[in-house]
Nanobody
Framework: QVLLVESGGGLVQAGDSLTLSCVASGLTFSSYAMGWFRQAPGKEREFVAT????????YYKDSVKGRFTISRDNAKNTVNLQMNSLKPEDTAVYYCAAEFNPSTVVHDADFAPRYDYWGQGTQVTVSS
């Protein structure tokens, strides 16, 4: 049974930083590209960032480039999302996702249906 468990969400002020973590179990972690998506109230789920299985390739939504950093530790089956300079529009439930992909390249990283497993989400609220 594959489980993805997110943590690290919370209530912060604009300009603050937050780090989200996702621990995976039940899969060969290094064979999976790991992504972060988010969903704000009344909006569709959207792509935030993805990292390849080896960690050698990363992909970001344009609006978070330069503010967010995705990283992974394959020894700990963990993927992190460091979020700096947070804005109120970053408020959403953040989801961790896993796509079976042993390659160093993640095609269509922003396409949610490509991902095989999803976590339950962690709430991030940024106040102005």
């Amino acid at each position: 049974q594959v489980l993805l468990v997110e943590s690290g969400g919370g209530l912060v002020q604009a300009g603050d930083s937050l780090t989200l973590s996702c621990v995976a179990s039940g899969l060969t972690f290094s064979s999976y590209a790991m992504g972060w998506f988010r969903q704000a109230p009344g909006k569709e789920r959207e792509f935030v960032a993805t990292i390849s299985g080896s960690g050698g390739s990363t992909y970001y939504k344009d609006s978070v480039k330069g503010r967010f950093t995705i990283s992974r530790d394959n020894a700990k089956n963990t993927v992190n999302l460091q979020m700096n300079s947070l804005k109120p529009e970053d408020t959403a439930v953040y989801y961790c996702a896993a796509e079976f992909n042993p390659s160093t390249v993640v095609h269509d990283a922003d396409f949610a249906p490509r991902y095989d497993y999803w976590g339950q989400g962690t709430q991030v609220t940024v106040s102005s």
